[in-house]
């Protein structure tokens, strides 16, 4: 079991190597996760959005998520937008690579990957929206195990993402 986890992180950590070579996926990942980031505050207060819309009140709630969350919620939240952004930064290389080497047969793999596990806080705003929040005050972490589950979904994506960029694939002769 050991070996397994340490495999995985020497692929993550090869992944990473060659994906933030370019300054240009750190930018990616960065802008993604303030967009996951930005889209939970959102989702919480959309018909308050929606009704009044001003970016003056889009920044104002934006805002208001740090000041709103507790120090343990927001951790949760950084580190699945941090993630999410890592998935969707991975994604786009491994696209962009397979779009120059002329490869298809991992892209529907890797568009599921981008959708799939991309922000599971964002999953939790949405809780809201179908009207669920209220039974998270009766799980014993209070809500935080949907963070906790987010989190290890994202690693595991992030594991799979990393597996596929590190693989070589030998070009096919017609």
Known sequence: MNFQIMKYLHNIINASKEVYSSTWYYLITGGSALILLSLNALFRNYDLL?????FSLLFSLIY???ISFTPLALLFLFITSLLGGVVITFSIFLIRRQLALQASIGAPSV????????CPSC?????????????LAFLP???FEFAILGIILLFISVSYLSTKIISTVCEVKS
């Open 50 to 54: 929606f009704n009044n819309f001003s």
């Open 64 to 66: 208001g998520l740090f």
């Open 111 to 118: 568009l599921i990957a981008i959708l799939a596990p991309a």
């Open 123 to 135: 999953a939790l705003g949405l809780l809201g929206l179908l009207g669920v929040s209220g039974v």
């Open 141 to 143: 972490l209070k809500g």
